[in-house]
């Protein structure tokens, strides 16, 4: 579980990038908080920087866009899911839980 | 509609094919093209395929499953030469002919060569070939490496070069490279991350020839200097593969002239990607061979244009670590003005403008106010932009 930012600090239309290894990008779109792998499986852009409309996110580089709620694509040229991530909110604190830790904690 | 024939399987004529299924073209679909290999994409050969950062298997435009879902025949390794005056037989190299109701030109740009017999040591850029054989000769140990042409491909090479630990030179004929893309300032801007990157550039200075018999060992300057080389790469521009359409009917100056809508004087036959003129001009970039072949193919579906295309035009290229992205439609004459971070941070979005509208913009290292500007630029929604956050140019 990694701690990400104050709640109030991550606005609807709001993004950050935390730096795991992959990198993994937190939103808060829809009204919903949401975390995703940050590089593109098309090539290498960060989607942290993308465009939010809904709960979809297009990728700066040549708009692939991704459902932040599976993580995959829905338009080329992006042809493989990113994955995604569990998001709670602690005491005010938005807390990301990688993927792959929940798989081993399980 | 029965059968299309694609001819070109490169980019712009893998989206066709897609295209044609996702709009229900269940006929027999033929794809030829003249490599031997499967689809893959270009803009990674100058950058991290050459840097040896994404493998060959890195490069593919499609996987088996959706290979198998198109349902075409695929040949590689086959060059079209000719179409016939109705645009009804596609002939092939070796003889073979495809009798076809409907065709796709996808044959993509060659790089432009300078004149003279060929030397060892000497490249060009365009395909995977070529840039397997300019990677192989840059593991072999440190080079001296002269570029030829500071455009994108030129710049991206020599970033490349440089950064896998090779001495490199850029030439360029211009005062400044990329000056009709970018305009003076920024054109200064892109130039000045060469010498970032330790790599030499020289400007306004054409190449008189090239040494050596049958390596190459040096280039000479118009002015008389030689720089002296162990690696050539020549990347002067490149040029329209419309040599097989000689003897059609169709119209062919710097591309196959299309409509609006990618059609060409014969409603079955369209043309998409670096091919194709479309309504007056040609894009040589990845955006628009992967825009144009829904309307393409739409219109050819349809029998007559029904639809346009005006993407707005839209690059990116990386170098020296920087990400560069434009999008818009530069005039000479447009004021430039950075609107966000600075130039000597490395960091900025810049706005052309004329007559206090956005006609385009340059990024480097700013995807998402980029993406902002790029966005209202293609709803055509440029709007007049606030003089108070304007910031002097600096250089
Ligand atoms: C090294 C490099 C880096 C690039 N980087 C960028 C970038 O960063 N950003 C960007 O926007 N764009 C970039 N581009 C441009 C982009 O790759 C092209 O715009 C795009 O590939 C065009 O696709 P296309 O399918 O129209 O043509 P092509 O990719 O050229 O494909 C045409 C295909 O047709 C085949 N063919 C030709 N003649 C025949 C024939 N007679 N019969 C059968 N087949 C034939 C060719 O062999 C080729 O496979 C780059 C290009 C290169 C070469
Ligand atoms: S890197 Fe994201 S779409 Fe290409």
């Not at chain 1, 993004?15 to 593109?40: M, N, Q, W």
């Not at chain 2, 330790?198 to 090239?210: D, P, S, Y």
């Not at chain 2, 280039?219 to 720089?227: N, S, T």
């Not at chain 2, 007056?280 to 061979?289: D, K, L, M, P």
């Given at each position: 579980m990694?701690p ?5 600090d991550?606005?609807e239309?709001?993004?950050v990038?935390?730096d ?9 779109a ?9 590089t593109c499986t098309h ?8 465009w ?7 990728c700066?580089l ?14 080329l ?7 995604t ?5 602690e ?6 839980h990688?993927?792959a830790?929940?798989?081993t904690?399980a | 509609?029965?059968?299309v024939?694609?001819?070109g399987?490169?980019?712009?004529g ?15 679909l033929?794809i030829v093209?003249e490599e ?14 050459l ?7 890195q490069?593919?435009?499609?996987d088996v ?7 075409a ?14 645009g009804?037989?596609v002939?092939?190299e070796g003889?073979r002919?495809?009798s ?11 790089a ?11 490249h060009?850029?365009r ?18 490496v ?7 491909i ?10 896998l630990?090779?001495s ?6 211009a005062?400044?490279?990329l000056?009709p ?5 920024m054109?200064?801007?892109?130039a ?6 330790g ?5 306004g200075v054409g ?10 060992h ?10 002296p080389?162990?690696?050539?790469v ?9 040599g ?7 119209a062919?100056?710097?591309g ?10 014969l409603?079955q036959v369209v ?5 194709a003129?479309v ?5 040589e ?9 829904r ?6 579906l349809?029998g ?6 005006r993407p ?8 020296y ?6 999008a818009g ?8 003005r950075v ?23 340059l990024?480097?290292d700013r995807?998402?106010?980029f ?9 055509g929604?440029?709007?007049?932009v606030v003089?108070?956050v ?5 250089l």
């Amino acid at each position: 579980m990694i701690p990400v930012c104050r709640l109030e600090d991550l606005p609807e239309g709001g993004s950050v990038r935390i730096d795991t290894a992959p990198p993994i990008a937190v939103f808060h779109a829809d009204g919903e908080l949401y975390a995703i792998d940050d590089t593109c499986t098309h090539q290498d852009a960060s989607l942290s920087e993308g465009w939010l409309e809904g709960c979809l996110v297009e990728c700066p580089l040549h708009e692939a866009s991704f459902d932040l709620r599976t993580g995959r694509p829905t338009c080329l040229p992006a042809r493989r899911p990113v994955r995604t991530h569990r998001v709670t909110v602690e005491d005010g604190v938005v807390h990301v839980h990688p993927a792959a830790e929940e798989g081993t904690a399980a | 509609m029965r059968t299309v024939t694609v001819v070109g399987a490169s980019l712009a004529g893998l989206y066709a094919a897609r295209e044609l299924r996702a709009q229900g073209f269940d006929g027999r679909l033929v794809i030829v093209g003249e490599e031997s290999h499967r689809p893959y994409d270009r803009p990674p050969l100058s950058k991290d395929f050459l840097l040896g950062k994404a493998g060959e298997d890195q490069l593919a435009l499609s996987d088996v499953d959706e290979t198998l879902e198109l349902g075409a025949e695929w040949m590689f390794g086959v060059r079209a030469r000719g179409l016939d005056a109705r645009g009804r037989t596609v002939l092939l190299e070796g003889g073979r002919t495809v009798s076809t109701d409907g065709v796709v030109i996808a044959t993509g740009a060659s790089a432009r060569r300078l004149p003279g017999p060929a030397l060892t040591g000497v490249h060009t850029l365009r395909t995977l070939d070529d840039a397997r054989s300019l990677r192989a000769e840059l593991l072999r140990g440190p080079r001296r490496v002269v570029v030829i042409g500071g455009g994108f491909i030129g710049a991206e090479t020599a970033s490349s070069c440089a950064a896998l630990g090779h001495s490199v030179t850029v030439v360029e004929a211009a005062p400044l490279p990329l000056l009709p893309q970018l305009g003076p300032e920024m054109a200064a801007v892109c130039a000045g991350l060469h010498a970032r990157g330790g790599v030499e550039l020289v400007t306004g200075v054409g190449v008189a020839a090239l040494r050596g018999d049958s390596a190459v060992h040096g280039v000479e300057l118009a002015d008389g200097r030689v720089l002296p080389a162990d690696v050539v790469v020549v990347g002067i521009g490149a040029v329209p593969n419309t040599g097989w359409l000689a003897g059609s009917t169709l119209a062919l100056h710097d591309g196959v002239l299309c409509d609006d809508g990618c059609v060409t004087a014969l409603p079955q036959v369209v043309a998409v990607g670096d091919v194709a003129r479309v309504g007056g001009a040609r894009a040589e970039h990845w955006t628009s061979a992967t825009a144009q072949p829904r309307v393409a193919v739409r219109n050819l579906l349809a029998g007559h244009a029904v639809e346009t295309v005006r993407p707005m035009p839209y690059f990116w290229s990386d170098q020296y670590g920087s990400r560069i992205q434009f999008a818009g439609r530069r005039k000479d004459g447009d004021q430039v003005r950075v609107v966000e971070g600075a130039v000597e941070d490395g960091s900025f979005l810049a706005l052309y403008e004329r007559a206090g509208v956005t006609t385009a913009a340059l990024a480097v290292d700013r995807p998402r106010p980029f993406t902002r500007v790029r966005r209202e630029l293609a709803r055509g929604e440029a709007r007049p932009v606030v003089r108070s956050v304007a910031e002097p140019v600096a250089l």
